[in-house]
Structure formats: structure tokens, C-alpha cells
């Protein structure tokens, strides 16, 4: 008996975009099955962000196929909440009326905040002004979570609470994510698959094996420094 094969949540088959003589994505191929989580790397200007924002619906293509999800969110490195409305109501935007407080509440408790719901996006800190994002994100159930740097502001000790917090929200709901960062580590830790952007295109493809989300494990050492001299950095 042979078994079904799921379609991939994303698929892109040589996706171009050009902006006037420039072309930032260049015949680019990608796909990335529901519940997988993908981390992007590449030098800046190598056409992450357009990446991403043509797989959010935000840029348009000039050639080729690409198949994303009906449901999709984006958690961005600002957490762009609303300071004229409460932190429920900006978990909230654009629900139903009826469940919006219920779901908004369900969901900050996921992320640890179901205390703060009632207060000003003014009085959160960075961290929780991000845990809220993601609640906003995830309480809407996407098929596709397109994630541009959302750490990147945070300090080193609240980056780590985050990575943990991510990886659980995401086993929870099972959607195809698409990581974009600057940070090697970070990508090796989170991710089922590193990806390396070059010039418009998808350069390598690294799976990440249980080992290696350990820093100490010679696995980890070994990837970090593969992707580290993809990128054209040698460490002394």
C-alpha cells in the first residue's frame, strides 16, 4: 500500500524579483513542509527580506510559481503593537467579535502573559512587547509563521527565554515557519533546516540533526563553522 505524500505548506520553483536593473531573487527554488521550521542566513543584500515578504504577499513576483498558505502571519524584529489599544485588543485585531477576548487570552497565557492583558503596550518590556507579537501571530492559527529577525533587539538572556518559548508555541501548532536572521547560533538551535542565501538564491541546504542543538557537541561546532565560512567568516 503505498502512503500519500503531503504537499509542502511552501513551494517556490525559480521565483524571480527584480527591482529596476536589480534582480534580489534569481530563479529561486524552496519548499518547506507544515511543521517544519527553516532558518535563512545570508549576507545583507542577498535577498532575505524580499524572500520573505514575497512569501507574506507583501512584494509581488516577476516570474515564476509559488504556492504559500491562505493563512499566514509575520512577527517582525518591532513588535508594532498598537499603544492606543490594550495589549488583549492587540492580540485581538481583526478577530470576531464574539471570541476575540477569549481567544486574545488563551493565547497571552500561552506565551506567559495572560496577567497582562488588560495593560498598555507602553508599560511591557522588550521581551514581552515580542511575547505579545507572537501571541497575535499564533492566536490566528497560520499555516505559514514568516519570522524577520524577531530577536534581534532583545538582550542575550531574554533571546534564550524566547528561543525556548518559540520552539514549544511552534511544536503546539504545527506551522511552517520561515526564520530570517543574522545570528548562526540562533539558527542552529531553532531549526530542522539552515539555509544559506547567495546572491538571490538558495545556496545550501544543512539539516539539523539532534546533536547539534547543543553548543558543546562537536556536531554543533562542526555546522556552525560550515555556515560561518559560507558566509565568509573565519573565526581566530
Known amino acids: 500500500m503505498t502512503t500519500a505524500v503531503e504537499a509542502p505548506a511552501v513551494r517556490a520553483r525559480t521565483i524571480t524579483r527584480r527591482y529596476a536593473d536589480r534582480t534580489v531573487l534569481h530563479e ?8 517544519e521550521f527553516v532558518a535563512l542566513i545570508g549576507k545583507s543584500g542577498c535577498g532575505k527580506t524580499t524572500l520573505l515578504r514575497t512569501l507574506a504577499g507583501l512584494d509581488r ?13 509575520v512577527v517582525f524584529q518591532e513588535h508594532r503593537l498598537l499603544p492606543w489599544e490594550k495589549v488583549w485588543r492587540n492580540v485581538a485585531l481583526n478577530l470576531p467579535r464574539a471570541t476575540a477576548r477569549s481567544r486574545a487570552q488563551s493565547a497571552l497565557e500561552e506565551v506567559g502573559l495572560g496577567d497582562h492583558a488588560d495593560v498598555w503596550p507602553v508599560t511591557l518590556s522588550g521581551g514581552e512587547a515580542q511575547r505579545v507579537a507572537l501571541a497575535r501571530a499564533l492566536v490566528r492559527e497560520p499555516e505559514l ?22 520552539r514549544d508555541l511552534i511544536a503546539r501548532h504545527r506551522p511552517a515557519v520561515l526564520l530570517v536572521t543574522h545570528d548562526v547560533d540562533e539558527a542552529i538551535l531553532l531549526a530542522d533546516r539552515v539555509l544559506t542565501m547567495r546572491d538571490g538564491r538558495i545556496a545550501a541546504d544543512h539539516p ?18 560550515e555556515l560561518l565560512s559560507e558566509l565568509g567568516v573565519v573565526e581566530q
Open 145 to 166: 509563521l514568516l519570522l524577520d529577525e524577531p530577536f534581534a533587539a532583545l538582550d542575550a538572556l531574554t533571546r534564550i527565554r524566547m528561543h525556548g518559548l518559540v
Open 208 to 225: 539539523v540533526t539532534g546533536p547539534a542543538r547543543h553548543r558543546g557537541d562537536p556536531a554543533f561546532v562542526s555546522l556552525r563553522a
Open 61 to 73: 513576483l516577476d516570474g515564476g510559481d509559488l504556492t504559500v498558505p491562505s493563512s499566514s502571519t
Open 28 to 35: 529561486l527554488d524552496l519548499e518547506i513542509r507544515r511543521g
